[in-house]
C-alpha cells in the first residue's frame, strides 16, 4: 500500500519559515514525480512546486517561486518543501502528491496524481 503522510504545518508570522516534509510508506513503481499542492478556502486546489527524483528538476508555480524549495532525501522517501518569507496567502493546507511513470515537468495539474497524503494545515497571519 502506498501511503504518504505530511507533516510540519502550523501558524506563523508573515515573513518566518516553515519546512513541510511528506514520508512516502513506499514509492509507487516508476513513480518519479513528487508534488506539493496547496487549496486554500473557498479556492481551487494549486499546483505549486514539482520534483523529478530521477534528475532533482524541480518546477515552481509563480506564486511560490523564489521562496519556496522542493527537495528529496532517502532517494524520494521523503520530500520536503521548504517555505520562506511567508505570507498569508500562503494559508492553506498543503499535500504531497505522488505519480508514477515517467516524469515530465511542470506536471503542477493535481489530476495527474493518483496517490495523496491527507494534508497539512498552514496558517500565516499578518
Known amino acids: 500500500e502506498v501511503r504518504l503522510v505530511e507533516s510540519g504545518g502550523g501558524s506563523v508570522q508573515a515573513g518566518e519559515s516553515l519546512r513541510l516534509s511528506c514520508d512516502l510508506s513506499?514509492?509507487?513503481?516508476?513513480?518519479?514525480?513528487m508534488g506539493w499542492f496547496r487549496q486554500a478556502p473557498g479556492k481551487e486546489r494549486e499546483g505549486i512546486a514539482t520534483?523529478?527524483?530521477?534528475?532533482?528538476?524541480?518546477y515552481y508555480s509563480d506564486s511560490v517561486k523564489g521562496r519556496f524549495t522542493i527537495s528529496q532525501a532517502n532517494r524520494g522517501n521523503i520530500v520536503y518543501l521548504q517555505m520562506n518569507s511567508l505570507k498569508p496567502e500562503d494559508t492553506g493546507k498543503y499535500y504531497c502528491?505522488?505519480?508514477?511513470?515517467?516524469?515530465?515537468?511542470?506536471?503542477?495539474?493535481?489530476?495527474?496524481?493518483?496517490?495523496w497524503g491527507q494534508g497539512t494545515q498552514v496558517t500565516v497571519s499578518s
Open positions: 502528491a505522488a505519480k508514477p511513470g515517467i516524469c515530465w515537468l511542470p506536471s503542477l495539474s493535481g489530476s495527474e496524481y493518483p496517490f
Open positions: 513506499r514509492h509507487p513503481y516508476g513513480s518519479d514525480c
Open positions: 520534483l523529478n527524483t530521477r534528475d532533482d528538476s524541480t
